[in-house]
């Protein structure tokens, strides 16, 4: 599974973003997805997993209700929508997928990688 994070961006705090990650490879749709995102000087840092049907998703405390992660198999795509930004959000967000389809929020979990896409909230 290759995988293409796209969607970030500058934006006020308070203001609203999706990113999305395109996936190629038919076992995209067999797989758990993950957000993380990374600051600068800090360690990777989990944000968002769901699971290969969309079930199932799980989130990090310092996003739960103001990110929702979801995801279209027939598009081979996933997305994190990020409302209510605030300037400590800001970081550069990456998308992975498992080779299982279970939920996973650890970083060593994850098999494939997308390169990456800055999110800049200022306030």
């Known amino acids: 599974v290759q995988l293409q994070a796209s969607g970030g961006g500058l934006v006020q705090a308070g203001g609203s973003l999706r990113l999305s990650c395109a996936a190629s490879?038919?076992?995209?749709?067999?797989?758990?997805m993950g957000w993380f995102r990374q600051a600068p000087g800090k360690e990777r840092e989990f944000i968002a997993t769901?699971?290969?049907?969309?079930?199932?998703?799980l989130y990090a405390d310092s996003v739960k209700g103001r990110f929702i992660i979801s995801r279209d198999n027939a598009k081979n795509t996933g997305y994190l929508q990020m409302n209510s930004l605030k300037p400590e959000d800001t970081a550069v967000y990456y998308c992975a997928a498992t080779a299982t389809g279970w939920i996973r929020r650890r970083v060593f979990e994850y098999d494939y990688w997308g390169q990456g896409t800055q999110v800049t909230v200022s306030s």
């Open positions: 490879g038919r076992t995209f749709s067999r797989s758990a």
């Open positions: 769901i699971d290969w049907s969309g079930a199932t998703t």
